[in-house]
């Protein structure tokens, strides 16, 4: 189950560590039965991410995949206006990690697959940015994939 109850007293990290834990309790014993709440095992605040926990989820994926590139003798290489737009979206706002995620498999993965069947290894790609699409290149220069967004 998933609810808001509680949610204005939790602002950070620090409050539901601390100050905001005991509040969260007493809201729930407010709006739900001690029976019902008696049934529950554990209750677990949802803390939003931060800009900086997104950058660091990006930096993770993005390492992640160029490791699986290197084992296959390629180098994968990203601009950083590309990393910005996609932590970014198209509205020019941070998410969630579920849609940073889909935002990278989107404009880099998916568009890959076409390139490493074309491009022999060792190579090197490079992700980068050209009016508003994220452009991949090889440094074999007849590869190039363009993802319009």
Known sequence: MTTAIGSEFITSRRAVLQEGRAELESAL?????????????VVVPFIPLT???????F???LRQLQKHLQERGITLEMDSRVKERILLGRDGRTSDARTLLR??????EDHLG???VETPAPCRLRVTELGGSTRITSDLESSTDTVGH
């Open 103 to 108: 935002r990278f498999r989107d404009e880099v």
């Open 29 to 41: 014993v407010e709006r739900f039965s001690a029976e019902f709440l008696n049934c529950l095992d």
């Open 51 to 57: 800009a900086q926990d997104l950058e660091r989820i």
């Open 114 to 116: 076409p390139l490493l």
């Open 59 to 61: 930096d993770i994926r």
